[in-house]
């Protein structure tokens, strides 16, 4: 009967899902059950398994059709591997990428930092000081970064960035450098390949599967830099924001730990494999709330 109530009330009352709360649904229970409830059992009859049609979780659809295909070299680069043998001592693999559009906030008032018994104060309005992008290389087997902001994204930004990379060492002495990117309008292609191509002969693309940004591991180190580095956003203009990302590279390097990568080839076809029955099982629920319908 409460989840009942609680699955009823919108239709009955017909306001918003958002307009709801758990002392509503309370005290409709109490109408409907008779005999006093609180609202702690109210929840916990809810929390157990009743529709929330308010929580939701993400779900990988794969887009490439040969995802397992295009994912595969990336994954034994990961791996330390290049079409079976292993990497040799001069070999090198970068994960490339771009994050666009970081922001410098400038704060109505100065940021408190954190006090025993106290977070760190923010204050919550602020007025936009412009927005770079940030390009980096990521290391895979050294966990070394190398990045530059730049004023936009594009081509000839990208290969400011390569360059960059090809004047530091062990890079420089290297005999082959594969650069990891994804599929986007910078990077994508045999166009891109031929570029890298023209610039060093050493340099070998090989591209993620599209929309696979999971796998990239220079996009884990974006999300770690925007947790870590960039909140709370209080910066007084874009020179500030360059400063810090730059510190923070600083440092990074200066203890360099890769990723513990554990996602190889097995488990992306189990995954795979998981996400095809996920597809056939929607597809059969569609089906068959379109037979009941009709």
Known sequence: MVKATACERVAETRQPLRRQSLADVTAR????????????????????????PWRYQYWIF???????????????????????????????????DEKTSLQARRRG?????????????????YARGGALPYLAAW??????????????TGIAPLGRLV??????????????????????????????????????????????????????????SFSIIQRKVLTPNDFADLEALRLRLALDEELSNQHPRPLQWKF????????????????RALTDTRCTCFKEAA
Not at 29 to 51: K, N, Y
Not at 111 to 122: D, I, V
Not at 264 to 279: G, N, P
């Open 29 to 52: 229970v109490r109408t409907v059950l008779g005999p006093p409830i609180s609202r702690s059992p109210v929840w916990r009859i809810l929390e157990t398994d009743a529709l929330k």
């Open 62 to 96: 794969p887009r490439a059709p040969h995802c397992a295909a295009q994912a595969g070299p990336m994954l034994a680069l990961y791996a330390g591997r290049w079409h079976g043998p292993p990497l040799g001592p001069k070999d090198y693999s970068l994960s490339a």
């Open 109 to 125: 008032h100065p940021s408190l930092p954190p006090a025993p018994g106290r977070a760190a104060s923010s204050e919550n309005e």
């Open 139 to 152: 290391d895979v087997r050294r966990g070394y970064v190398i990045g530059r902001c730049e004023p936009t």
């Open 163 to 220: 360059k960059q990379v090809l004047a530091e060492e062990p890079y420089r002495s290297g005999e082959r450098l594969f650069w990891i990117v994804d599929n986007g309008s910078s990077q994508r292609g045999d166009a891109s390949k031929q570029r890298r191509r023209q610039v060093d002969s050493r340099l070998i693309v090989v591209h993620t599967p599209v929309h696979a940004s999971w796998l990239h591991q220079v996009d884990i």
């Open 264 to 279: 190889d080839r097995t488990k992306l076809a189990a995954l795979l494999v998981k996400i095809e029955a996920r597809q």
